[in-house]
């Protein structure tokens, strides 16, 4: 049984750190040509949307709830009893994951979030803990 709230923090991947390297390189680029308002929109642009995503985008067992948030924009509650079974998936759809080693969590009837947390084998075994119905479907076993 966990007690407290258990904080997962995403993964971040290769990718994430690229985009914010060529944001930096814009911004330098716009105030070296002094070009200041477009650096000002891009700065802007870079701390209200990406890095509250980049940074915020976590997964927290509260309570027996699966709680989901990236930044301002996804703040989603599912109950652990509703857990169907977690799937590993590479896909490249947009989600609340900063990686592409993603899990595919399936939720109740035709429901299912695409995550990434840093320690997948401790998350799925505190979600089992929970639900021990939780079906994990490991790829690599087939």
Do not use: W
Request: charged share 15%.
């Amino acid at each position: 049984m966990i007690t407290g709230d258990k904080v997962y923090p995403s993964k971040k991947g290769f990718i994430i750190y690229a985009v914010l390297a060529l944001l930096i390189i814009i911004e330098i680029s716009y105030v070296f040509h002094s070009l200041y308002l477009p650096a000002i929109l891009c700065l802007g642009l870079t701390g209200v949307i990406v890095f509250p995503i980049v940074f915020n985008t976590c997964y927290t067992i509260s309570n027996n709830i699966l709680k989901v948030k990236c930044g301002f924009l996804l703040n989603r509650s599912i109950p652990i009893e509703s857990i169907k079974k977690i799937v590993p998936t590479k896909t490249i759809f947009s989600a609340p994951a900063l990686s592409f080693d993603r899990l595919e969590v399936f939720y109740n009837k035709y429901d299912s979030v695409v995550i990434s947390p840093e320690n997948q084998d401790d998350f799925i075994a505190d979600l089992q803990n929970i639900n021990p119905a939780i079906e994990y479907i490991n790829n690599a076993d087939e």
